[in-house]
């Protein structure tokens, strides 16, 4: 089975600043998708990037970027100028095709004004 | 175009009762997905549709939860016998395959509260 691990119950950063949230998981598998998604105390889950295992190159949306290992099977999350409305729980998420996706337990991201 | 809707959008039943979550997905996507998400952590999957069949419903923890999809679009999750353990937030996401994308957009979950 798959599993997907974040280790950072909570991370804090300064408005304007860099963060970068980790993510490894755990796969027999070559070919899948991994996802990030944010959400915010509304509930409401909403996709910020995400990454076809097949493609080498980083995933990049704006201000978000990632860092994708596959032989490590790490997938970090780097959030650049940050700004007061990316505070929310941030969830890695592991799909293989159509498949249910599988997350970890999230990261809490607080913005410092 | 709308997203995906969930009602209601809390619940609150006492231990026992008989319930039923639904979802409306987004206008032709063809699969459907259920996810509870305890306090604390994050959503587990329980059931995919694809189409009016359930493609995998592995992840129902027993057999006191059900779901249907008998048109191929709106979906209600049924709960037998309700127990505390089972309060949760129920998402439901519904994705278009078709592209191989299978991006999954989410509602914005139903709470049930088990008393």
């Known amino acids: 089975a798959q599993t997907v691990t974040q280790s950072q119950p909570e991370m804090s950063v300064q408005e304007a600043e860099t963060v970068t949230l980790s993510c490894t998981y755990d796969?027999?598998?070559?070919?899948?998708?991994l996802f990030w998604y944010k959400q915010p105390p509304s509930r409401q889950m909403i996709l910020v990037i995400r990454?076809?295992?097949?493609?080498?190159q980083n995933a990049t949306e704006n201000r978000f970027s990632v860092n994708f290992q596959k032989a490590a099977k790490s997938f970090s999350l780097k959030i650049s100028d940050s700004q007061l409305g990316d505070a929310a729980m941030y969830f890695c998420?592991?799909?293989?095709?159509?498949?249910?996706?599988?997350f970890g337990k999230g990261t809490h991201l607080i913005i410092q004004p | 175009g709308a997203g995906v809707s969930q009602t209601p959008s809390n619940k609150v039943t006492e231990k026992g009762k008989y319930v039923e979550l639904r979802c409306d997905p987004i206008?032709?996507?063809?699969?459907l997905y259920w996810y509870r998400q305890s306090l604390g952590q994050g959503p587990e999957f329980l059931i995919y549709?694809?189409?009016?069949?359930?493609?995998?419903d592995s992840g129902l923890p027993n057999d006191r939860f059900f779901a249907v999809r008998p048109e191929g679009s709106v979906s209600t999750l049924k709960i037998q016998r309700t127990e505390r353990g089972d309060s949760a937030v129920y998402l439901c996401?519904?994705?278009?395959?078709?592209?191989?994308?299978?991006?999954?957009?989410f509602g914005p979950g139903t709470r049930l509260t088990v008393t």
């Open positions: 996401a519904s994705s278009l395959t078709r592209d191989s994308s299978y991006e999954q957009y």
């Open positions: 796969t027999s598998e070559s070919d899948y998708y």
């Open positions: 990454q076809e295992a097949y493609k080498q």
């Open positions: 998420a592991y799909q293989r095709g159509a498949d249910g996706l599988t």
């Open positions: 206008s032709g996507h063809t699969a």
């Open positions: 549709f694809q189409g009016t069949g359930a493609a995998d």
